[in-house]
């Protein structure tokens, strides 16, 4: 018999907003790679909660749309997406109708599914009243072996609205039964970070402040806020990048090592982290941060609009597309060394990228001509698209003349392993599936997350400007973010 019809165990997905873009263009594709590479531990039924007036048929149809336009890999194979599908179903509801919730326990109890995930793939705005109507069906958890729940971010918008979330999730689930859902988590070469850092003795001694001078997180991006204007112009990019993914990477760059892999460990260290970041308040959080916002200029070839023309965004706006943050950490181990942060929308080139850059040489080497500069020695760790780590040092260039220049040592991630890395969502799927959370956000780190970014909200809220910087679309960030950073006789690195 097929291993894949001799599966027993059956799981229920729920997908709360089955009808959104998140469930068509990440969560099928990758439901659907999982399959296909036989990775899934058990059967899944994908059972579709949303308000369309869709059946069952509809949202198969939907879902094989976006798996055959967003797969991983090409051609799909169309037999195992109706296979994939062949247990799903869609029930119509309002968010805000608990009869709707109440059909769905009845549909689940008449099923016998005994293993249950509730996925929020909703808007951020419905989350409350999910959660709320899911506490009013006392029945979900019953006599399930498990029910668990993944909330997709941001897990609130400032510190206020993270601990009345957390508060609900409480007041319904269990912590080892909330799944905080960041992607960034399930990539590749971020948990390769651990690996890179305390799997090779010759990295981790030399990672510390003796011998790095200081640390650049970025995440750039080549879109525009497209038709997420609407959200993003009360967000910013604070609040959809630097407040989960910038200070999760922050955090696994920095962390000390955890006794095991497992979430308990991980996420401890974790926490150490960001209990040490120093507070940006008032002055200082005015001072080490620097606000964009892209004006119109030219995407690969064609003129794109700026920020204040982009439809559903008011004409006096000052949300910002691009922040650069400096923050420091007040530890042993990073004591004096500084973390530069920057991320924002219409840069020239899409790459996530963490650069250590290690300390100057205490004496140039016997006055040769030395193109590598002072301190060549920059360890980069690409994220994304080009998962890999590169080692830039100087060495003698061939020929009479006495001259050092700066090479590179090349890890790539496709070419070592001879295949492309897993999509993030596939790895987190399983994970919640099997109930390991350490690739997920716990709840003290939530809240330590918005505490600290509150401290900067606060600060411009008390220092309010009528408009901010701008820079052109298709440049690294505004002026300012250059002489923010050379201030401290520092420069940006920006992928070539």
């Known amino acids: 018999m097929n291993k894949k019809e001799d ?38 039924d994908i059972i579709g909660f949303a308000r369309r007036p869709w059946s069952d048929e509809k949202m198969r149809q939907v879902l094989t749309d976006g798996i055959n336009e967003f797969a991983r890999e090409i051609p799909v194979d169309q037999e195992a997406v109706k296979d994939l599908l062949k247990g799903s179903a869609y029930l119509q509801s309002t968010f805000e ?13 008449d099923k016998n599914y005994q293993k249950v995930i509730l996925y929020l793939a909703a808007p951020p705005s419905e989350y409350s009243i999910i959660i709320k109507n899911l506490k009013a069906c006392k029945d979900y958890h ?22 009345e979330l957390e508060n609900n999730l409480h007041n319904c689930f269990q912590e080892d039964q909330i799944y905080r859902i960041d992607h ?13 850092r305390f799997a090779n003795g010759i990295f981790e001694p030399l990672w510390n402040n003796n011998y790095i001078d200081h640390v650049q997180i970025m995440v750039a991006e080549t879109v525009g806020v497209g038709t997420r204007a609407g959200y993003f112009d009360t967000s910013g990019t604070i609040r959809d990048m630097f407040a989960n993914h910038l200070l999760q990477l922050l955090t696994l760059t920095a962390m000390e090592a955890p006794y095991a892999f497992n979430a308990d460990s991980v996420r401890d260290e974790k926490m150490k982290v960001m209990r040490s970041l120093r507070p940006l308040t008032g002055k200082d959080a005015i001072e080490n941060t620097v606000r964009g916002q892209y004006s119109s200029g030219t995407m690969n070839g064609e003129e794109v609009v700026g920020y204040l023309k982009e439809e559903d965004v008011p004409d006096d706006s000052t949300t910002e597309t691009f922040l650069a943050v400096k923050a420091h950490i007040d530890n042993w181990r990073w004591a004096q060394v500084p973390f530069y942060i920057r991320s924002g929308k219409r840069l020239p080139r899409r790459a996530t990228e963490i650069a250590i850059q290690f300390k100057q040489i205490p004496l140039s080497l016997f006055n040769w001509k030395n193109l590598a500069g002072e301190a060549p020695n920059v360890l980069l760790l690409r994220v994304q698209p ?3 780590i590169n080692l830039t040092f ?11 220049t700066p090479v590179t040592m090349e890890f790539c991630y496709e070419d070592a392993f001879e295949s492309t890395p897993p999509e993030a969502y596939e790895r987190l799927l399983i994970d919640t599936i099997m109930g390991d959370q350490t690739l997920f956000t716990r709840s003290d780190e939530v809240i330590a997350q918005w505490r600290f970014v509150n401290g900067i909200l606060d600060a411009w809220e008390d220092n309010p400007v009528k408009k901010i910087p701008q820079y052109d679309a298709g440049t690294w960030g505004p002026e300012e973010a250059a002489d923010f950073i050379a201030s401290d006789c520092r420069d940006w690195k920006n992928p070539g």
């Open 184 to 196: 960034y988590l399930g990539k590749e070469t971020v948990q390769n970070i651990l690996v890179f």
């Open 97 to 109: 109708n608990e009869e709707g919730y109440e059909n769905l326990n009845s549909y689940l109890t």
């Open 394 to 404: 100087g060495a003698k260039m061939p020929g009479p003349v006495n001259q050092i």
């Open 7 to 44: 599966r027993s165990d059956v799981v229920a997905i729920v997908i709360f907003g089955v009808t959104g873009d998140l469930t068509r263009r990440k969560l099928l594709p990758a439901f659907y790679q999982l399959y296909k590479e036989d990775r899934l531990p058990c059967k899944l």
């Open 386 to 388: 080009d998962e890999g």
């Open 142 to 163: 019953g006599k399930r072996e498990w029910v668990r729940i993944v909330v997709e971010k941001p897990y609130g918008r400032d510190l206020e609205s993270a601990r």
